[in-house]
């Protein structure tokens, strides 16, 4: 069964409510593919030694998650 109440519970976001949701997934996806590529790709121009690498590309895949966690926390 349909609820008529239901529709004024839903409160539909803003323009600019959307516009910082797609932002903020773009960001965590921007800093988890950086993050991976950092780790698995050997021939970038970095000239960091392999552990420091691995490091730093946890180090933003963990930065990606806390970022979208916060995303969900604001939603």
């Known amino acids: 069964m349909y609820n008529s109440n239901n529709t004024h ?3 539909q ?8 949701l797609v932002i903020g ?3 965590f ?3 988890f593919v950086l993050g991976m590529i950092i780790i698995f790709k050997k021939d970038l121009p ?3 030694p392999h552990e420091y690498r691995i ?3 946890v180090l933003l ?4 998650f806390f970022r979208f ?7």
Not at 13 to 20: D, N, P, T
Not at 69 to 75: A, M, S, T, W
């Open 9 to 11: 519970e839903r409160v």
């Open 13 to 20: 976001k803003s323009l600019k409510g959307r516009f910082l």
């Open 25 to 27: 997934i773009l960001f």
């Open 29 to 31: 996806l921007v800093y």
């Open 46 to 48: 970095i000239g960091l």
């Open 55 to 57: 490091a730093f590309g």
């Open 61 to 64: 895949i963990v930065y990606s």
């Open 69 to 75: 966690i916060r995303l969900l926390q604001k939603k």
